[in-house]
């Protein structure tokens, strides 16, 4: 069974990058069953697509995103990575990393919440 | 991309059957067997309950069961439990490999 576990800074000023990875346990990053995924909820909302990375270098993003989402992979140390540029306080949230098989999101991190504030 | 429609709130009794709509478009949940359900109690992670429309993954209970008609699809939960109580988001593939939320529902076990 995946594990996924996010990391990274808790407060990120406005207009700087905000940056996470996400440390996969259980399995491969490399996996041919699964996409990379980053999902995140702002405080009482909902959810919302951020963005999706296969180990061999597809990637796609919300298009609402797209120009600041860049996503990474790491295969020597089973990792990827979320950067989003140019924060604002509607960037505020819990950031979740996910395992995706098909098209379905089956297992999540605990999720990292950041905070955009100068 | 707006995210999918989703009631605010359902509420019954322990025992009784609910039943959750997430409506979107002919882009998103009409135009693909690909909507997911997930289950999030307060402070946790999302926990996925049906893919494909109407599939349970592997220690999901039978109690929660999901259909799709048209641009709407449904998730049922049958013989409701204080466990329940929880809030609920459909997802949907858009095609073109992204992916859409519902607005979420809060489920209140009265």
């Known amino acids: 069974q995946l594990q996924l576990q996010e990391s990274g800074p808790g407060l990120v000023k406005p207009s700087e990058t905000l940056s996470l990875t996400c440390t996969v346990s259980?399995?491969?990053?490399?996996?041919?069953?699964?996409?990379w995924d980053w999902i995140r909820q702002p405080p009482g909302e909902g959810l919302e697509w951020i963005g999706s990375?296969?180990?061999?270098?597809?990637?796609y993003y919300n298009p609402s995103l797209k120009s600041r989402v860049t996503m990474s992979v790491d295969t020597s140390k089973n990792q990827f990575s979320l950067k989003l540029s140019s924060v604002t306080a509607a960037d505020t949230a819990v950031y979740y990393c996910v395992s995706r098989r098909r098209t379905n999101f089956d297992y999540w991190g605990q999720g990292s919440l950041v905070t955009v504030s100068s | 991309q707006s995210a999918l429609t989703q009631p605010a709130s359902v509420s019954g009794s322990p025992g009784q059957s609910i039943t959750l709509s997430c409506t979107g478009t002919s882009s998103d949940v009409g135009g693909y067997n690909y909507v997911s359900w997930y289950q999030q109690h307060p402070g946790k992670a999302p926990k996925l309950m049906i893919y494909?429309?109407?599939n349970r993954p592997s220690g999901v209970s039978n109690r929660f069961s999901g259909s799709k008609s048209g641009n709407t699809a449904s998730l049922t939960i049958s013989g409701l439990q204080a466990e329940d109580e929880a809030d609920y988001y459909c997802?949907?593939?858009?095609?073109?490999?992204?992916?859409?939320f519902g607005t979420g529902t809060k489920v209140t076990v009265l």
């Open positions: 494909d429309v109407s």
């Open positions: 990375k296969f180990y061999s270098g597809s990637t």
């Open positions: 259980g399995g491969s990053i490399s996996s041919s069953s699964y996409y």
């Open positions: 997802s949907s593939y858009t095609g073109s490999s992204t992916y859409v």
